[in-house]
Every structure is written in C-alpha cells, then in structure tokens.
C-alpha cells in the first residue's frame, strides 16, 4: 500500500480515485469518513489520502494523477486569464481578478 494523493477536499480525492479505477489501478481512500476538526481547521493526519494497493502501481498512478492535475491547472489559467467586463459599471477586468476593480462587483459565475 503506497499513499499517492492527499487533498483536504474530498470530491477531489474521489475523483483521482475514478481516474485510478479507470486505469485498472486497485486503490482506496483511507481517512474517507473522518471528520476530525480542530478549532474549525482541518487536521492534516485526518485527510483523505488515496492509497494505490499494489506499491508498484505507484509510479503509474502519480504519472495519472500528475496529467490530470496539471491539465486542470492549465484549464483553471487559462479561464483565470480571459478579461471580463463587470456586469455593473462595464469596466474590462483582468481574468485574474475575482471582483471588478473599479465599483468592487464580484465576477459572474459563467
């Protein structure tokens, strides 16, 4: 058993398990009920961590998983670079910006 991805969000992690489970990869989320909460903050021991049951499916898996992470940061960069105008004032907002500059309108969910 080799751990092969951690993330305090749990649809994600589940996510990379389908992607694993697709490739015909045997694994599992340990920690997957665990809600152990501390002052309101995640405690780190309590995340979800996908866990490849075979040690030398782990090289494989993190090649999956690494594609997968890097073509979904890449789709997120790209969305955060696109220049939007603000619905209120009709300023054009740099992609990077979660509310308009000008009057401070959040951006539109698209």
Do not use: Y
Not at 83 to 104: A, D, H, I, L, R
């Amino acid at each position: 058993m080799k751990e092969v991805f951690v993330h305090p969000d749990f649809t994600r992690v589940g996510h990379c398990q389908a992607i694993l489970e697709e490739a015909g990869i045997a694994c599992f989320i340990r920690n997957e009920s665990t809600q152990n909460l501390l002052a309101g903050l995640p405690d780190s021991s309590a995340l979800p961590v996908l866990c490849v049951t075979e040690d030398g499916d782990a090289p494989r898996a993190m090649e999956l998983l690494h594609d997968f992470n890097t073509s979904e940061q890449q789709t997120a960069d790209a969305e955060n670079s696109v220049e939007w105008k603000c619905p209120q004032c009709g300023e054009t907002v740099p992609g990077n910006f979660g509310s308009c500059w000008k009057c401070e309108t959040p951006r539109p969910v698209l």
